[in-house]
């Protein structure tokens, strides 16, 4: 079944959970409002105990009687008084031949008898149902969610509109030349099978977010011509007990009906994080695991249906999970380098037009470390700029915007920021400027800023021409003083600091503690790795002293860097003071005027 068949019965069963729900709240409504108005019409008169209303029907006291055939409540309109008072009679018969015995004595009492209200009545029993209605909607909602347990999208390889191919996909060079073996294994099985090999279970697509892991997915299923079965690792979750599991055997019941074909599932590590031994939900995710390694592990061997599964923190996820037989291969989705991304560019770059001045090879060259969500988020930006701007075609100009709408944050023009904070704004970039002017590892200034931007008051650009796969040592140390220099000029020219560098401090501390207990490059502490990702209580059975030792490493590291800051801006005052006052002027700097600044 296609995906376009298949929508519309899904949105019926929708549809008939909505109505379930709406009926039950209709028949709250209607009972709530019969009990109100039952309830409202017995208090508006007064009560009479049936003891007091005999002995006044004795005295000759009652004018008159108002009953309801079958019910057992009375209304009494007794002589000299004006409000009727209501009562209860234990036995309706015998009190209506009592009124008789009282008339035919002589004492006159008008007895009315009212038909009963046929709707009162019935509201009045369902009211009595309501325990019993409930429970049976509730059996049907529960047994309507399994029904719509089976959520996984099926793209058909004939009838997809989707059809990605290869060709689609750029920058991935080495992973799509891995990629093309699991596409041999769905055209042509036997080939593999007659020479005793067995189809891979499964693929874990491993990278940051934006790198393309669904992307190349869909195109394993377009290029092998495949039923695709996409789904979230998130919709198995659910918040009764056993519907993760069920939805688990679903999927894999209707994958081996249509087989050969793919399941993808997107963000496994909702449901294939490490098991625990708690209650509640995670006993929940710990079912619903379990099923998923039982059907992975269930295949026949004449079932050709490949699970390719992709996840940002391969970390998080069960060895039992990633053991050869289930999961056999692990790729990493790298960052694109300068060619891929000029390819991926390239890419998204059709349909749209572009002025003479763009040239898709600078871009890949100042974008390095951007994934292709990303880039194909610039050049969409760039597009809408253009557009908004009323240009005959998208400029290189449209293209800068877009990359620092991207990265730093939408430009606030329309803010008023106070004189003092602008000042105190301009000599805080121009720190970071100078000082990373003055270290040989960081990179060359691209623009400075006093323009709040995001949450930004102001911001340094640097230009990314170069892809690095190593860090050293000196450059992570030099970065810890060039973000500390915002801070330091605060210091030294305003003696005093503001808030404006939270984040740079944030991300100096990430740092520093990465330098420490990720790469082991402090001489104090020694060459040690822990990964508190993996087990968040490694950093606790090394004991208090060892971490109270990286704590003061930490600590140790950043005021360093701190008083080397200081002292580069104390040797280039000058410097320093040209390009504040510039921005406090023109409030955006190029490199090429920052370069003339600082000559």
């Given amino acids: 079944m296609n995906e376009q068949n298949r929508e519309p019965k899904e949105k019926q069963n929708k549809k008939m959970l909505y109505g379930i729900l709406a009926m039950i709240l209709l028949i709250f409504a209607i009972v709530i409002t019969a009990v109100f108005i039952n309830s409202n019409q017995t208090k508006k008169n007064n009560e009479i105990a049936y003891t007091d209303l005999i002995k006044q029907i004795e005295e000759g006291l009652v004018e008159k009687i108002e009953m309801t055939v079958g019910s057992t409540a009375v209304k009494v309109k007794l002589k000299d008084v004006e409000e009727e008072k ?13 009124i008789q015995q009282k008339t035919l004595e002589g004492n006159n009492i008008e007895l009315i008898q009212k038909k009963q209200n046929i709707a009162l009545t019935i509201f009045q029993n369902l009211f009595g149902l309501i325990p019993t209605i409930m429970m049976v909607v509730l059996f049907v909602l529960i047994y309507r969610m399994q029904g719509l347990g089976d959520k996984g999208k099926v793209y058909d390889a004939e009838t997809s509109k989707s059809k990605i191919k290869f060709d689609d996909v750029a920058g991935l060079d080495e992973e799509k030349q891995e990629m093309l073996e699991i596409v041999d294994f ?19 697509l491993c990278g940051n977010p934006g790198t393309g892991k669904t992307l190349i997915a869909k195109a394993i299923a377009g290029e092998a011509n495949v039923p695709f079965i996409s789904m979230s690792g998130s919709e198995f979750i659910e918040m009764f007990a056993g519907l993760g599991a069920s939805r688990v055997r679903r999927l894999f019941e209707k994958a081996k009906k249509i087989a050969p074909c793919i399941i993808f599932i997107d963000e496994i590590d909702a449901i294939g994080s490490r098991r625990t031994s708690g209650s509640g939900a995670e006993t929940e995710n710990n079912q619903t695991l379990n099923q998923l390694l039982v059907e992975m592990d269930g295949f026949d ?11 940002n923190r391969p970390e998080m996820l069960d060895k039992a999970l990633l053991r050869p037989g289930r999961f056999d291969r692990q790729i990493n989705i790298a960052l694109p380098d300068m060619h891929g991304r000029e390819e991926i560019l390239k890419i998204h770059a059709k349909g749209k037009k572009f002025a003479e001045d ?9 974008t390095a470390g951007f994934t292709g969500a990303e880039l194909a988020n610039i050049l969409n930006e760039a597009a809408i700029i253009a557009t908004i701007e009323k240009h005959e075609a998208i400029t290189h100009d449209d293209i800068e915007k877009a990359v620092k709408k991207v990265t730093v944050g939408l430009e606030r023009q329309s803010r008023v920021v106070p004189e003092r904070d602008k000042k105190l704004t301009a000599y805080h970039e121009a720190g970071h400027a100078i000082v990373s002017s003055q270290l040989e590892t960081q990179k060359d200034i691209k623009e400075v800023s006093i323009i709040p931007r995001g949450i930004a008051g102001g911001y340094t650009m640097y230009k990314t021409n170069e892809d690095k796969y190593y860090i050293s040592k000196t450059e992570m140390e030099e970065k810890l003083i060039a973000l500390l220099g915002g801070r330091a000029a605060e210091k030294i020219v305003l003696n005093d600091i503001s808030t ?16 420490i207990i990720k790469y082991g490059m402090s001489d104090n502490i020694g060459p040690i790795s822990i990964n508190t990702d993996k087990d968040p209580y490694e950093l606790q059975l090394l004991g208090e002293k060892f971490g109270d030792a990286i704590g003061a490493e930490v600590k140790i590291m950043l005021e360093n860097s701190y008083l080397q800051a200081q002292t580069i801006l104390a040797n280039n005052m000058n410097q320093l003071n040209k390009v504040a006052q510039t921005l406090m002027q023109k409030e955006v700097i190029s490199a090429e005027e920052f370069q003339e600044l600082i000559r």
């Fill in 86 to 98: 209501a009562g209860i009679v234990p036995n309706t018969q015998a009190f209506i031949e009592l």
């Fill in 301 to 311: 061997t004449e079932e050709t249906i490949i699970v390719l599964a992709a996840t």
């Fill in 500 to 515: 404006g560098a939270s984040n740079d401090l944030e991300v100096a501390t990430q740092i520093a503690k990465d330098m």
């Fill in 186 to 204: 769905l055209k042509e099985p036997k080939k593999f099978t007659e020479m005793g090999a067995k189809v891979p279970r499964g693929v874990l």
């Fill in 358 to 366: 763009v040239n898709l090879n600078d871009i890949a060259g100042d």
